[in-house]
């Protein structure tokens, strides 16, 4: 039987959950006033690095008592630094629905030897009874599961007058939802996400209450240098006017810096939301007529926008087992690879078998409705060439 090929294909492949799509209309050359071969340090430098944190400010939304810093390390970095140089202080939740909350977890229990930390889990496509939460504790969770497609639907669950902080990843949340500010008091995120940007630079941003902790706390255990935001109990103020602790990619800083450009060009966060949210939509119109996929996440209130995981559901592949099922389902990235349709949609490793497809505000909407005609042929494509029973 001949599976015929779809008429359109995307017009960029790229779907990958980080690294992620750059921008439409990105080129290299917009990146020709990055000050290459000077020091971060010098005028210019200083400069560049103090443009990305009122930008980020600006389109973020993120209020002016609030302090933002570009760290080292990408988002591990970020939310590293913040573990490590506010927890202990009193007890700690850590919530997880996926496997970077799971890190996290291990970090604070396996390497920070916290006693009194509760661990607060649940599967691949649910969230835990937020219900449960104690927030005379600290606590520490992710916005967006990226490896899960889950994330929590608001911060109405967080209370105003809590006594603990909250400490949120937000990686693949920032720039696609609406962080509810008021509710954070440590959030982080990579340039690398929602933005598109370049990897290894991070982003720490402190409330302050955290600012209070940190200048009132000093952790037990020895604090590496690259995770040192005070001195003499006081906090160094320069790590969030551009005096980074240890040396950025300048050319990075230029790159992100012209994705903060591009989205105050399209209406600043109102605009990167209703990207991200149209392109999630074409997926779920697709699932919806489609017998074969589903969401991982059952419950449409806690969706991801930008990590958008799917699993398959026809009788025939379910009633395989789960080795087998991750083989079949390998096929369908494979394809689309090799057709140059679509690159590294395949489910995160750790996960249950499926597909992760980046929906991000780069990544156009007529590309992810292209991509569902491909993603019907790739799947039929691996089905007709099972042996028959």
Not at 15 to 42: E, I, M, T, V, W
Not at 210 to 218: C, F, K, N
Not at 237 to 265: H, R
């Amino acid at each position: 039987m001949t599976i015929t090929h779809p008429s359109v294909r995307p017009a960029n492949p790229n779907f990958s959950s980080g690294p992620c799509a750059k921008r439409p209309g990105y080129s290299l050359q917009n990146l020709a006033d990055a000050p290459l071969g000077r020091s971060h340090r010098a005028k210019v430098g200083k400069v560049k690095l103090k443009l990305a944190i009122d930008l980020t400010r600006e389109v973020l939304q993120v209020p002016a008592d609030y302090l933002i810093g570009i760290v080292p390390a990408s988002d591990t970095g970020a939310v590293e630094m913040a573990m490590w140089s506010l927890l202990g202080a009193r007890g700690v939740d850590m919530l997880a629905w996926e496997s970077f909350g799971e890190g996290w977890i291990t970090d604070v229990v396996k390497q920070l030897k916290l006693k009194d930390a509760r661990v607060i889990t649940s599967g691949y496509g649910q969230l835990p009874d937020l219900s449960t939460v104690n927030f005379d504790h600290d606590v520490v969770f992710t916005w967006n599961g990226t490896t899960a497609g889950v994330k929590v639907p608001n911060g109405d669950w967080i209370p105003a007058d809590r006594a603990g902080l909250t400490i949120c990843d937000a990686t693949s949340a920032a720039f696609a939802q609406r962080l509810d500010w008021a509710k954070l008091d440590v959030v982080t995120f990579s340039w690398q996400k929602v933005l598109g940007g370049e990897g290894a630079h991070g982003m720490l941003i402190l409330s302050p209450r955290a600012v209070a902790r940190l200048e009132s706390y000093q952790p037990s255990w020895p604090m590496p240098k690259i995770f040192r935001m005070t001195n003499g109990g006081k906090l160094i103020k320069g790590i969030f006017e551009g005096d980074t602790i240890n040396t950025p990619s300048m050319l990075c800083v230029e790159d992100y810096i012209d994705a903060l450009q591009w989205s105050k060009s399209i209406g600043g966060l109102e605009g990167l939301i209703g990207r991200a949210d149209a392109n999630l939509k074409a997926i779920a119109d697709w699932a919806a007529r489609t017998d074969w996929v589903d969401f991982l996440a059952e419950d449409v209130a806690i969706r991801s926008n930008t990590s958008v995981c799917l699993k398959i559901v026809d009788p025939a592949i379910t009633a395989l087992s789960t080795e087998e099922q991750a083989a079949f389902v390998k096929q369908i990235p494979a394809l689309l690879d090799k057709e140059k349709v679509a690159f590294d949609i395949d489910g995160y490793r750790d996960a249950p078998p499926g597909l992760r497809i980046w929906c991000g505000a780069t990544v156009e909407t007529s590309d992810v409705a292209a991509l569902t005609h491909w993603l019907d042929w790739a799947f039929a494509t691996a089905k007709a060439a099972r042996p028959k029973p």
